[in-house]
RNA sequence: GGCGCCAUAGCCAAGUGGUAAGGCACGGCUCUGCAAAAGCCUUAUCCCCAGUUCAAAUCUGGGUGGCGCCUCCA
């Protein structure tokens, strides 16, 4: 088995070697935390759970760091707006996105490091930077020299000359090119701010993640991770520091994960055109929003829209039904077969190989869903078999389970909950009524159980319920 | 102006040189007291034009349409 990553650095899928043998260093650029994050937020921290749970099944020993930008210009701005400081803010919304990651059945990442716990780090790093020759000072202000390092503009193949500089935002006179960007900024009155040689300020945008990644991974890392978005400048900044300092590469692997659009324009806070997560997983499970986010290459741009989560809600559904068409097949067996069928032991090995060929094809995750709905075919086509084998159906099961480790699409079968003594009175009703083909008396005792949420389905092996979805 | 992405059935979406996976929706059928679930069947020549090739959705060139980045943005 070998696992190939799109590398954004050479444009190219290349075979992952890590630095170091059953080690895998991953950072990803987090949020910055003033407001409730929207789905389009979500989407590389779905994407990149799925990367780690993958790498976690491939065996290596997966360090994710996903830091917290804690302070910054629009925290800084929205605290003012609402009458607290910047650090109560910048909690709240920690907190609020923790609520968010955990909905989306995200493992949090084991470090998710705020960027004000590490202000020695930081300033350490931009000092090396000015001992270097590749920062300067002015007024206050520490920006990096692009000059003095040569492949500035290589990850994100922008052309130096070509690029309009000033368009958006008034280039800062004090800068000696209008590409160089700033490392430390001077504290405006009333801001945050920490003591620093070049007096009290805040670090700039960039510094962060270089300093942070650093501090917890080393000087390079195996996969880095965002959106395609923080490709220029982002990225290109963190590059050209951390080598600048360094004198090695950043990061082995650059990720970008495509854009997520609503109406085909782009989702940000900045054109109000959002849907927060917090307000879709009132109406979508965690499974649901996965699968959606998940259906498309996770290079590619995702268009969402209520068709797409409707859809996504629907596929979860088919599978789900398939787990309990197996769990109850499995509970009302009476087959002793000892091995397992033949046929279907082929078929699920075939299906397992190709979802782990396509997840190692540069996480092609549409086609490793693919893999999970034919084996949903296949197991339903088994079910309807007069005679199963309970290891096949069990293999099945681990088969579901494994790919699902990984992506998180399959809502948990509700099947064994224990019923409320006067619901399973009126499933035995109802089975008497059936056995004595009183129709209208069955019929109005499966109504009554609708009406409280529990759906009956009869099979040749026996009635069962499910909860409405 | 520069850089880059996208265009495959009603919808979502793989495939990237050998005559189009999968899902959703639709229709038909089977099973079933009914219902549900499930199974089976049916549904496209891949934005346009030209070229390379025995062979192209897939490569090349040129268009058309949509989107993004160029120091707020995941």
Same mark, same amino acid.
């Given at each position: 088995?070998?696992?190939?990553?799109?590398?954004?650095?050479?444009?190219?899928?290349?075979?992952?070697?890590?630095?170091?043998?059953?080690?895998?260093?991953?950072?990803?650029?987090?949020?910055?935390?003033?407001?409730?994050?929207?789905?389009?937020?979500?989407?590389?921290?779905?994407?990149?759970?799925?990367?780690?749970?993958?790498?976690?099944?491939?065996?290596?020993?997966?360090?994710?760091?996903?830091?917290?930008?804690?302070?910054?210009?629009?925290?800084?701005?929205?605290?003012?707006?609402?009458?607290?400081?910047?650090?109560?803010?910048?909690?709240?919304?920690?907190?609020?996105?923790?609520?968010?990651?955990?909905?989306?059945?995200?493992?949090?990442?084991?470090?998710?490091?705020?960027?004000?716990?590490?202000?020695?780090?930081?300033?350490?790093?931009?000092?090396?930077?000015?001992?270097?020759?590749?920062?300067?000072?002015?007024?206050?202000?520490?920006?990096?020299?692009?000059?003095?390092?040569?492949?500035?503009?290589?990850?994100?193949?922008?052309?130096?000359?070509?690029?309009?500089?000033?368009?958006?935002?008034?280039?800062?006179?004090?800068?000696?090119?209008?590409?160089?960007?700033?490392?430390?900024?001077?504290?405006?009155?009333?801001?945050?701010?920490?003591?620093?040689?070049?007096?009290?300020?805040?670090?700039?945008?960039?510094?962060?993640?270089?300093?942070?990644?650093?501090?917890?991974?080393?000087?390079?890392?195996?996969?880095?991770?965002?959106?395609?978005?923080?490709?220029?400048?982002?990225?290109?900044?963190?590059?050209?520091?951390?080598?600048?300092?360094?004198?090695?590469?950043?990061?082995?692997?650059?990720?970008?994960?495509?854009?997520?659009?609503?109406?085909?324009?782009?989702?940000?806070?900045?054109?109000?055109?959002?849907?927060?997560?917090?307000?879709?997983?009132?109406?979508?499970?965690?499974?649901?929003?996965?699968?959606?986010?998940?259906?498309?290459?996770?290079?590619?741009?995702?268009?969402?829209?209520?068709?797409?989560?409707?859809?996504?809600?629907?596929?979860?559904?088919?599978?789900?039904?398939?787990?309990?068409?197996?769990?109850?097949?499995?509970?009302?067996?009476?087959?002793?077969? $000892?091995?397992?069928?033949?046929?279907?032991?082929?078929?699920?090995?075939?299906?397992?190989? $190709?979802?782990?060929? $396509?997840?190692?094809?540069?996480?092609?995750?549409?086609?490793?869903?693919?893999?999970?709905?034919?084996?949903?075919?296949?197991?339903?086509?088994?079910?309807?078999?007069?005679?199963?084998?309970?290891?096949?159906?069990?293999?099945?099961?681990?088969?579901?389970?494994?790919?699902?480790?990984?992506?998180?699409?399959?809502? $948990?079968?509700?099947?064994?909950?224990?019923?409320?003594?006067?619901?399973?009175?009126?499933?035995?009703?109802?089975?008497?009524?059936?056995?004595?083909?009183?129709?209208?008396?069955?019929?109005?005792?499966?109504?009554?159980?609708?009406?409280?949420?529990?759906?009956?389905?009869?099979?040749?092996?026996?009635?069962?319920?499910?909860?409405?979805?």
């Amino acid at each position: 088995m070998s696992l190939y990553i799109y590398n954004t650095l050479t444009r190219e899928k290349e075979l992952f070697k890590p630095i170091r043998s059953g080690e895998v260093s991953m950072y990803v650029c987090g949020p910055t935390v003033y407001d409730y994050i929207h789905i389009g937020n979500a989407l590389p921290v779905v994407i990149f759970d799925v990367v780690r749970n993958y790498l976690t099944q491939l065996g290596y020993n997966v360090h994710y760091v996903s830091n917290f930008t804690d302070v910054d210009d629009k925290i800084i701005k929205r605290a003012n707006e609402s009458g607290i400081n910047a650090q109560e803010l910048s909690s709240k919304y920690i907190q609020e996105f923790l609520q968010d990651e955990t909905s989306l059945h995200v493992d949090p990442a084991p470090v998710h490091p705020l960027v004000t716990d590490f202000m020695q780090d930081i300033i350490q790093f931009i000092q090396g930077l000015m001992d270097k020759g590749f920062a300067y000072e002015n007024g206050g202000d520490v920006f990096f020299r692009t000059t003095a390092f040569k492949a500035y503009g290589k990850l994100s193949g922008q052309n130096l000359e070509e690029l309009q500089y000033g368009i958006r935002v008034e280039v800062d006179k004090r800068k000696e090119n209008p590409q160089d960007f700033v490392l430390w900024k001077q504290a405006k009155e009333g801001e945050v701010a920490w003591d620093s040689p070049w007096g009290s300020g805040r670090p700039g945008w960039h510094i962060e993640c270089s300093a942070l990644a650093k501090a917890h991974l080393g000087e390079t890392i195996d996969i880095h991770g965002a959106g395609a978005d923080l490709q220029f400048p982002h990225h290109e900044c963190e590059k050209a520091q951390s080598e600048a300092l360094h004198d090695k590469p950043f990061a082995n692997y650059w990720m970008h994960n495509g854009y997520l659009n609503l109406n085909n324009e782009k989702m940000s806070k900045s054109l109000g055109n959002v849907v927060n997560v917090r307000d879709l997983i009132k109406k979508y499970n965690a499974e649901s929003i996965r699968m959606a986010l998940l259906s498309s290459h996770y290079r590619s741009p995702l268009n969402f829209s209520h068709d797409l989560m409707e859809q996504a809600k629907a596929g979860t559904t088919r599978i789900s039904n398939c787990l309990a068409n197996i769990q109850h097949r499995l509970a009302t067996t009476n087959d002793v077969e $000892k091995d397992a069928d033949e046929n279907m032991q082929q078929v699920i090995e075939s299906i397992a190989q $190709k979802f782990h060929q $396509k997840m190692q094809d540069d996480f092609n995750t549409p086609d490793a869903i693919t893999a999970c709905f034919e084996l949903v075919t296949e197991a339903n086509q088994y079910c309807e078999q007069d005679e199963v084998h309970p290891i096949t159906l069990q293999q099945c099961l681990q088969l579901f389970e494994q790919m699902n480790d990984v992506l998180g699409i399959v809502p $948990k079968p509700e099947t064994n909950e224990i019923l409320d003594e006067e619901v399973e009175q009126l499933l035995q009703d109802r089975i008497d009524a059936r056995k004595a083909k009183q129709w209208d008396k069955a019929d109005a005792i499966r109504q009554q159980l609708e009406e409280q949420g529990i759906l009956l389905e009869d099979t040749p092996q026996g009635t069962r319920w499910k909860r409405k979805g």
